[in-house]
């Protein structure tokens, strides 16, 4: 069955870098683009973007330039997230989302970051 | 604020039929499909509605959707407590190079 499991929760100091990442299995990882989201503590989706599994070709959301990078591990079906520079507001749980045809068949279970001095 | 507009909250009694709407443009909702997602209290989103009013398996029928314009609704039949959950609606919109947008969410209270 389709999984896509993510790393653990994360406390992170102001100024910091996180990666996140996401390991897929039951099914070719290669076959179907990652997205991400974040979701603010008590707030709705954010969609942040996604890579071709492919290519590895990231495509950012407005808001996610600079300091936002997405990769990939194809050899352990894996993708990441990484963030740098962090700051309080990017305190968030972080989910990958794996694409079917224009939507999110499969989440992975999130991954709580929490910045903080 | 989101592109595509909620409603905060909706509520119903157990057996209910209950609707909420997801409001949008000619570049989102007009011009894409609209999808839904379900997200119990403390757990990841999940696919409910794809493709305007399709449902994948698993997702009972009394769950259902539709689109007109560049509106959408998602329809709750024999509402049951275990529905309780926030529901967001999601499109893609041209405008944004290809941006996926979402509606703010729609917190369904079953009373």
């Known amino acids: 069955q389709v999984q896509l499991v993510q790393s653990g929760s994360e406390l992170k100091k102001p100024g910091a870098s996180v990666k996140v990442s996401c390991k897929a299995s039951g099914y070719t990882f290669t076959s179907y683009a990652m997205n991400w989201v974040r979701q603010a503590p008590g707030q709705g989706l954010e969609w942040m973007g996604w890579i071709n599994t492919n290519t590895g070709n990231p495509t950012y959301a407005q808001g996610f330039t600079g300091r936002f990078v997405f990769s990939l591990d194809t050899s352990v079906s894996t993708a990441y997230l990484q963030i740098s520079s962090l700051k309080a507001e990017d305190t968030a749980v972080y989910y990958c989302a794996r694409e079917q045809i224009r939507d999110f068949d499969y989440w992975g279970q999130g991954t709580l970051v929490t910045v903080s001095s | 604020q989101s592109v595509l507009t909620q409603p905060p909250s909706a509520s119903g009694t157990p057996g209910q039929r209950v609707t909420i709407s997801c409001s949008g443009s000619s570049s989102n909702i007009g011009s894409n499909t609209v999808n839904w997602y379900q997200q119990l209290p403390g757990t990841a989103p999940k696919l409910l509605i794809y493709?305007?009013?399709q449902r994948p398996s698993g997702v009972p029928d009394r769950f259902s959707g539709s689109k007109s314009g560049t509106s959408a609704s998602l329809a709750i039949s024999g509402l049951q407590s275990e529905d309780e959950a926030d529901y967001y609606c999601a499109a893609w919109d041209d405008s944004l190079n290809g941006n996926v947008v979402f509606g703010g969410g729609t917190k369904l209270t079953v009373l």
């Open positions: 493709s305007n009013n």
